[in-house]
């Protein structure tokens, strides 16, 4: 089963589970049920469409993360050869005319709500997504006609037709959902985000910071004499350099952490699993490359910086003050450096 909090960034993901453990086992166990009860037995293609389901399901469960894109594509094709299979080769495959009315019932309700599914399912690949949709519905509209035929009392003309108009506003409903859901999650990254440096803002550190979290090193860095580059030489000069500083700390922390904007000058990195040896060798290259990139008039920038230890199961935020502490050491002991507080921390 689906465990864990909800990612909105991992929603293909998280629907993808859903999908092939829970959905999937539940219209398995549910046409089981419905054709036994019509006829008594379960013909081979029932079986058949059955073990298809069971033995995705069961895949799933079974492959990596990694495979989840492989499996969704080859899971929608074998679905919608099936359809196409059932379509053509009828007879020969042993489904008799008293099986036509049950089977028909069934995909009538199976594939607007599998066309919704599948638009919210390849979210991350909404063209896909469309395309094996309409291949399905087109199949199983051929079904229907087809199948139709053989009980022309138990359908109108005009069923095959109106499916696929089903089909289409199903998708489109389900398409206007998802695009509603990404700009919904659009809208709450831009205010997580801070604007001048592209960098997770004071709000993101706030609310992901707060949580109990793994030891590591949380760092405040702040650019020296940063009033001194706004007076003299302007705001535009000012916002330059905090996207060089910017830049660089994004660029050496490269996926080892998370570095946000504090605000004014300031910046907040976490390191989660790092100690303060690790971090500070990490800061001082930092250090010399802001030196190296930026500078304003004759003078390279410089930056200071305060390390603080995070206690494992403690919310990193609650480094913040020692940490800060350290950067005023750092300040008032010329700049330019870094200094590190002392390990300690409130007991769990």
């Known amino acids: 089963m689906l465990s864990g909090p909800f990612d909105p960034d991992d929603l293909p993901g998280t629907l993808t589970r859903l ?34 389901l069971l033995l995705t399901a069961t895949a799933h469960a079974a492959v990596p993360r990694a495979w989840d894109w492989p499996l969704r594509l080859t899971f929608a094709g074998l679905l919608i050869v099936f359809a196409v299979i059932l379509a053509l080769f009828r007879e020969a ?3 008799t005319a008293h099986a036509v009315p049950q089977g028909i019932n069934i995909v009538l309700l199976l594939t607007p709500l599998t066309v919704v599914v599948w638009s919210m399912l390849f979210a991350d ?27 022309p009392a138990l359908l109108g003309s005009g069923t095959a037709p109106l499916l696929l108009a089903v089909c289409l506003i199903a998708q489109l409903f389900g398409s206007a959902v998802m695009g509603l859901q990404r700009r919904v999650q659009l809208g709450e990254r831009q ?12 709000r993101a550190f706030e609310e992901v910071l707060s949580a109990p979290g793994p030891h590591g090193v949380l760092a405040v860095v702040d650019v020296d004499h940063f009033k001194q580059v706004n007076d003299q030489h302007g705001h535009e000069v000012g916002d330059r350099v905090l996207r060089v500083v910017a830049d660089v700390l994004q660029q050496t922390v490269d996926g080892a952490g998370e570095v946000y904007r504090w605000g004014g000058e300031e910046f907040v990195v976490w390191l989660p699993g790092s100690s303060i040896v690790a971090a500070s060798s990490l800061f001082e290259g930092v250090r010399r490359e802001v030196a190296g990139r930026a500078r304003v008039g004759r003078r390279n920038v410089t930056i200071s910086i305060g390390l603080s230890e995070s206690g494992a199961d403690q919310p990193p935020q609650h480094a913040f003050p020692r940490a800060d502490t350290a950067l005023r050491a750092a300040k008032t002991g010329g700049r330019d450096q870094i200094r590190a507080a002392s390990a300690s921390w409130p007991s769990a």
């Open 93 to 95: 495959l042993g489904v």
């Open 125 to 151: 690949h909404p063209r896909v997504g469309f395309v094996l949709s309409l291949s399905l519905a087109l199949a199983v509209a051929v079904l229907v006609e087809r199948w139709s035929a053989v009980s």
């Open 19 to 52: 999908y092939f453990r829970v959905s999937v086992p539940l219209v398995a166990l549910v046409t089981a049920a419905s054709m036994y009860a019509a006829s008594g037995e379960l013909n081979p293609v029932a079986v058949a469409f059955l073990g298809l």
């Open 191 to 202: 205010v997580r985000l801070d604007p001048l440096t592209g960098l997770l803002n004071r």
